[in-house]
């Protein structure tokens, strides 16, 4: 490998850490200390949990793992080990306070950007090679991030955060959906150097043809759905589902209410109409499954969600981006918290794939139909609770990321999953239905 990739790689790393850092601040920075120390949600952890749980992964993956050292903390690791203490319980701990967890994660931070200027990035360890430890403990910043995002949107209170709006769309005239022909695909990666051990090895997959939604459903098409009963009707539900529904009382998705004939939202603090041309958010699985099947559809699975958003017919080859090989810029993709909300639908044409959808990447993670398991020759790497100890039916595949992740963790082959029951996440979704069908009845919903 020559000095310039190995300097590339290094400095790609290094920006990788120091962009996570910078939003981890200013998500916290923004309010007091009795801000960041309350629960604002018995779904989501205390602000300051999530920022020494930041600090203290570094410590163990960085200083410790890949450095060979003592760490600095090891007496923390108990109480931000995830596993140990559910979300619920966390603020009984004896957390660091705001002072002593930004001084911890300072600290931190600066010995792993003195370990990563002097690292082996060419050698035969495989938590160093191609700097993977320094991407996985970026990911997994970002990750805590898009967290932390979702719970400043379950925050009562006065507005904090600003963004500008998103771009609106091109008014291009698109098709309802779009063909992705049949046939086999490469899914997964085993070449990528910072892909997640889910996302591996690369393996070949027959997708038979299918029609996919060009864009997400949008809050309008919801609309219809709720306005003819959708919540009312247990033939569109998953039987878990409806039981949910009926022991929560749901009847729209999660921040929205109706006031007279017109439905509103909150958002980061401010309460708006919710407009009719951005994708749907905040709704579980159950009621993405149940959209798609009161509209004659179902949703996709995550191979052809994948096939949609990689595959180039024109070459036969696996693209890491709708559009390419080329790194995210605001030109293809709502990512990283530039944006406070979804862009409206057909936004981003440069960011189309060769099927001719677009935002798969980027405004919502889109539920698919597909549970969370290993691909075939699955290996963990480099330890089992980061995928392995959440496989099986418990949990549904998100695939493209979300206006609040980061692009360090969004790439065609990246897997998020959680419960079916979730809706605090920024998930909406986008609904397909099989090829040989085309012919049948009327769509309806657009």
Same mark, same amino acid.
């Given at each position: 490998?020559?000095?310039?990739?190995?300097?590339?790689?290094?400095?790609?790393?290094?920006?990788?850490?120091?962009?996570?850092?910078?939003?981890?601040?200013?998500?916290?920075?923004?309010?007091?200390?009795?801000?960041?120390?309350?629960?604002?949600?018995?779904?989501?952890?205390? +602000?300051?949990?999530? +920022?020494?749980?930041?600090?203290?992964?570094?410590?163990?993956?960085?200083?410790?793992?890949?450095?060979?050292?003592?760490?600095?903390?090891?007496?923390?690791?108990?109480?931000?080990?995830? @596993?140990?203490?559910?979300?619920?319980?966390?603020? =009984?701990?004896?957390?660091?306070?705001?002072?002593?967890?930004?001084?911890?994660? *300072?600290?931190?931070?600066?010995?792993?950007?003195?370990?990563?200027? %002097?690292?082996? +990035?060419?050698?035969?360890?495989?938590?160093? %090679?191609?700097?993977?430890?320094?991407?996985?403990? =970026?990911?997994?910043?970002?990750?805590?991030?898009?967290?932390?995002?979702?719970?400043?949107?379950?925050?009562?209170?006065?507005?904090?955060?600003?963004?500008?709006?998103?771009?609106? *769309?091109?008014?291009?005239?698109?098709?309802?959906?779009?063909? #992705?022909?049949?046939?086999?695909? /490469?899914?997964?990666?085993?070449?990528?150097? !910072?892909?997640?051990?889910?996302?591996?090895?690369?393996? =070949?997959?027959?997708?038979?043809?299918?029609?996919?939604?060009?864009?997400?459903?949008?809050?309008?098409?919801?609309?219809?759905?709720?306005?003819?009963?959708?919540?009312?009707?247990?033939?569109?539900?998953?039987?878990?589902?409806?039981?949910? #529904?009926?022991?929560?009382?749901?009847?729209?998705?999660? @921040? !929205?209410?109706?006031?007279?004939?017109? !439905?509103?939202?909150?958002?980061?603090?401010?309460?708006?109409?919710?407009?009719?041309?951005?994708? #749907?958010?905040?709704?579980? $699985?159950?009621? *993405?499954?149940?959209?798609?099947? $009161?509209?004659?559809?179902?949703?996709?699975?995550?191979?052809? !969600?994948?096939?949609? *958003?990689?595959?180039?017919?024109?070459?036969?080859?696996?693209?890491?981006?709708? $559009?390419?090989?080329?790194?995210?810029?605001?030109?293809? %993709?709502?990512?990283?918290?530039?944006?406070?909300?979804?862009?409206?639908?057909?936004?981003?044409?440069?960011?189309?794939?060769?099927?001719?959808?677009?935002?798969?990447?980027?405004?919502?993670?889109?539920?698919?139909?597909?549970?969370?398991?290993?691909?075939?020759?699955?290996?963990? @790497?480099?330890?089992?609770?980061?995928?392995?100890?959440?496989?099986?039916?418990?949990?549904?595949? +998100?695939?493209?990321?979300?206006?609040? =992740?980061?692009?360090? %963790? #969004?790439?065609?082959? @990246?897997?998020?999953?959680?419960?079916?029951?979730?809706?605090?996440?920024?998930?909406?979704?986008? /609904?397909?239905?099989?090829?040989?069908?085309?012919?049948?009845?009327?769509?309806?919903?657009?």
């Amino acid at each position: 490998m020559t000095t310039r990739l190995r300097t590339t790689t290094r400095e790609r790393a290094r920006a990788a850490l120091e962009r996570a850092r910078r939003r981890t601040l200013a998500l916290t920075d923004c309010l007091d200390d009795a801000g960041l120390t309350a629960q604002h949600s018995p779904l989501m952890s205390p +602000l300051v949990w999530d +920022l020494a749980h930041i600090g203290n992964q570094e410590d163990i993956w960085l200083l410790r793992a890949a450095g060979g050292g003592p760490g600095l903390r090891p007496d923390l690791d108990h109480l931000y080990d995830a @596993f140990q203490h559910p979300r619920a319980d966390r603020p =009984a701990l004896p957390l660091l306070g705001p002072d002593a967890a930004r001084r911890y994660v *300072a600290e931190v931070r600066e010995r792993a950007l003195a370990l990563l200027a %002097a690292a082996d +990035l060419d050698g035969g360890d495989p938590l160093t %090679a191609g700097a993977f430890v320094f991407g996985m403990i =970026a990911q997994h910043e970002q990750q805590h991030d898009e967290t932390m995002l979702a719970t400043h949107q379950l925050r009562r209170g006065a507005p904090v955060l600003t963004a500008p709006e998103p771009p609106a *769309a091109p008014g291009d005239s698109l098709p309802a959906e779009v063909l #992705v022909p049949g046939g086999p695909f /490469t899914m997964g990666t085993s070449t990528d150097a !910072w892909a997640l051990d889910n996302e591996r090895p690369a393996h =070949a997959v027959h997708v038979p043809a299918f029609h996919l939604d060009t864009v997400p459903v949008t809050n309008a098409a919801y609309q219809g759905f709720i306005a003819d009963g959708g919540y009312d009707d247990p033939r569109w539900w998953h039987p878990d589902g409806w039981e949910h #529904v009926r022991d929560k009382g749901l009847r729209a998705p999660l @921040f !929205w209410r109706q006031e007279d004939s017109r !439905w509103l939202r909150r958002r980061f603090g401010h309460t708006e109409p919710v407009p009719d041309h951005e994708p #749907v958010v905040h709704v579980s $699985w159950y009621e *993405a499954d149940a959209y798609a099947r $009161w509209a004659g559809r179902r949703l996709p699975t995550e191979a052809e !969600w994948e096939k949609a *958003a990689r595959h180039d017919p024109s070459t036969g080859r696996s693209l890491t981006y709708p $559009w390419g090989e080329d790194e995210p810029t605001p030109e293809h %993709a709502n990512l990283g918290q530039r944006h406070l909300r979804p862009a409206p639908v057909g936004a981003y044409p440069r960011g189309a794939a060769p099927s001719g959808a677009r935002q798969l990447i980027g405004d919502v993670w889109e539920w698919t139909a597909s549970d969370f398991t290993g691909y075939p020759g699955y290996r963990s @790497f480099p330890y089992p609770e980061y995928s392995e100890v959440f496989f099986g039916s418990d949990h549904k595949v +998100l695939r493209g990321g979300s206006f609040g =992740a980061d692009q360090v %963790a #969004v790439r065609g082959t @990246f897997r998020n999953w959680d419960y079916p029951v979730r809706r605090q996440i920024f998930a909406g979704f986008r /609904t397909a239905r099989d090829a040989e069908h085309a012919d049948g009845g009327e769509r309806r919903a657009a």
